[in-house]
T-cell receptor, first 116, second 114 residues
Framework: AQTVTQSQPEMSVQEAETVTLSCTYD???????LFWYKQPPSRQMILVIR??????QNATENRFSVNFQKAAKSFSLKISDSQLGDAAMYFC?????????????FGEGTQLTVNP | SAVISQKPSRDICQRGTSLTIQCQVD?????MFWYRQQPGQSLTLIAT?????????ESGFVIDKFPISRPNLTFSTLTVSNMSPEDSSIYLC???????????FGPGTRLTVL
């Protein structure tokens, strides 16, 4: 079974600074997707960034980037130039690569606080 | 992207009653999912609902407690039956859109059972 682990229940960062959220996972599959989702107090799950396992290049979306280490099964999220609106719960998630889509397995979450 | 709506957005219910949560997608989708998020915790998959077939339940969740309907390609319901305070959670539906290769989530239903 696949598992996703986030070892940082809470993190804080100063506005405009950089923060890195950690995630490790376990799987026997060779091809899969990894995601970071953001859940603000509104409860809406928002996809932040996606990484395909077969791609060696780390994904980047504006101020958000990942450090994907496939051999180590590590998938960290770096937020640069942190903004107050980045404050939220962040979930790391895993999905097997299937053409018809499949279930997401989530980590425990990291609560990010951004201090002005 | 997809727009997914859920009704109700929140409810307070009495022990022993049942609540049906509706999930509407603005696109036709094959796979829909129902998740539970207990207070301060992560999302746990309850079941996968494919149109035209019985829902597939995850370990620890049973059809008698969480019956699901999937009458067409844009709609699904989840019923929480014979509720107890332990059922107080946020319930989220999601849909997989193949064109985006992504799951989109509804805004969630916050359920409180007294």
């Amino acid at each position: 079974a696949q598992t996703v682990t986030q070892s940082q229940p809470e993190m804080s960062v100063q506005e405009a600074e950089t923060v890195t959220l950690s995630c490790t996972y376990d799987t026997s599959e060779s091809d899969y997707y990894l995601f970071w989702y953001k859940q603000p107090p509104s409860r809406q799950m928002i996809l932040v960034i996606r990484q395909e396992a077969y791609k060696q290049q780390n994904a980047t979306e504006n101020r958000f980037s990942v450090n994907f280490q496939k051999a180590a099964k590590s998938f960290s999220l770096k937020i640069s130039d942190s903004q107050l609106g980045d404050a939220a719960m962040y979930f790391c998630a895993y999905r097997i690569k299937e053409t018809s889509g499949s279930r997401l397995t989530f980590g425990e979450g990291t609560q990010l606080t951004v201090n002005p | 992207s997809a727009v997914i709506s859920q009704k109700p957005s929140r409810d307070i219910c009495q022990r022993g009653t049942s609540l049906t949560i509706q999930c509407q997608v603005d696109s036709q989708v094959t796979m829909m999912f129902w998740y539970r998020q207990q207070p301060g915790q992560s999302l746990t998959l309850i079941a996968t609902a494919n149109q035209g077939s019985e829902a597939t339940y995850e370990s620890g969740f049973v059809i008698d407690k969480f019956p699901i309907s999937r009458p067409n390609l844009t709609f699904s319901t989840l019923t929480v039956s014979n509720m107890s305070p332990e059922d107080s959670s946020i319930y989220l539906c999601s849909a997989y859109l193949a064109d985006y290769n992504e799951q989109f989530f509804g805004p969630g239903t916050r359920l409180t059972v007294l």
